[in-house]
């Protein structure tokens, strides 16, 4: 019993002291209060862990590949893994069938702003061209063609996903068109992700 009305006591004493201050503080004269200084720093940036191709296959393309499977196949008629929750196939996981369709087209919507971070670079080491107003564009389009794809999956209507396929497709190759097809005189990638 003690020990309870001592806890108690240690509380109520806390609480009273925590109020007093405040009620102090409240009170002191506007001379001899402290301000803050204006909090303009950031924080340090995070570094950047992934190449654009890493990126590109660790999410973009395993969720695309989701997304053009449903444009000619029904997700639901994929049978679950034997053990879904560690299937490494979205399609037979836990979230499998069109969850995992509309989980793959969130996928591309989100993953896009990925590729705006600064300090990304491409695989042959050059900055990715996040600055380019063309850049810019092209994730922007892959940005709006996940929505779309996010919106045909919940119709599970696969004539809407083929439109919807259609236009990931097309996002993804304007990009590329510009910054992943280029070889140089070797075949090697030395131009790739720069114009």
């Given at each position: 019993?003690?020990?309870?009305?001592?806890?108690?006591?240690?509380?109520?004493?806390?609480?009273?002291?925590?109020?007093?201050?405040?009620?102090?503080?409240?009170?002191?004269?506007?001379?001899?209060?402290?301000?803050?200084?204006?909090?303009?720093?950031?924080?340090?940036?995070?570094?950047?862990?992934?190449?654009?191709?890493?990126?590109?296959?660790?999410?973009?393309?395993?969720?695309?590949?989701?997304?053009?499977?449903?444009?000619?196949?029904?997700?639901?008629?994929?049978?679950?893994?034997?053990?879904?929750?560690?299937?490494?196939?979205?399609?037979?996981?836990?979230?499998?069938?069109?969850?995992?369709?509309?989980?793959?087209?969130?996928?591309?919507?989100?993953?896009?702003?990925?590729?705006?971070?600064?300090?990304?670079?491409?695989?042959?080491?050059?900055?990715?061209?996040?600055?380019?107003?063309?850049?810019?564009?092209?994730?922007?389009?892959?940005?709006?063609?996940?929505?779309?794809?996010?919106?045909?999956?919940?119709?599970?209507?696969?004539?809407?996903?083929?439109?919807?396929?259609?236009?990931?497709?097309?996002?993804?190759?304007?990009?590329?068109?510009?910054?992943?097809?280029?070889?140089?005189?070797?075949?090697?990638?030395a131009s790739r992700c720069t114009k």
């Amino acid at each position: 019993m003690r020990f309870r009305g001592a806890a108690f006591a240690l509380i109520v004493f806390a609480v009273v002291s925590t109020i007093c201050l405040g009620i102090a503080g409240a009170q002191t004269p506007a001379s001899t209060k402290q301000t803050a200084a204006p909090k303009t720093a950031r924080a340090p940036a995070r570094p950047v862990q992934a190449n654009l191709a890493q990126l590109m296959r660790g999410i973009l393309l395993p969720a695309s590949n989701v997304i053009f499977f449903a444009q000619g196949n029904n997700p639901a008629d994929v049978k679950q893994a034997a053990d879904p929750s560690s299937a490494t196939d979205p399609l037979a996981s836990t979230y499998g069938g069109w969850t995992a369709v509309e989980n793959s087209a969130l996928a591309l919507t989100e993953a896009a702003r990925l590729l705006t971070v600064p300090g990304r670079v491409c695989s042959n080491g050059r900055p990715v061209p996040v600055m380019n107003a063309d850049w810019t564009k092209f994730v922007q389009g892959l940005r709006a063609a996940g929505a779309d794809a996010y919106k045909a999956a919940q119709t599970k209507n696969e004539d809407k996903m083929l439109d919807a396929a259609g236009a990931v497709s097309t996002a993804c190759q304007n990009c590329h068109d510009v910054y992943r097809e280029k070889t140089d005189a070797q075949g090697g990638l030395a131009s790739r992700c720069t114009k």
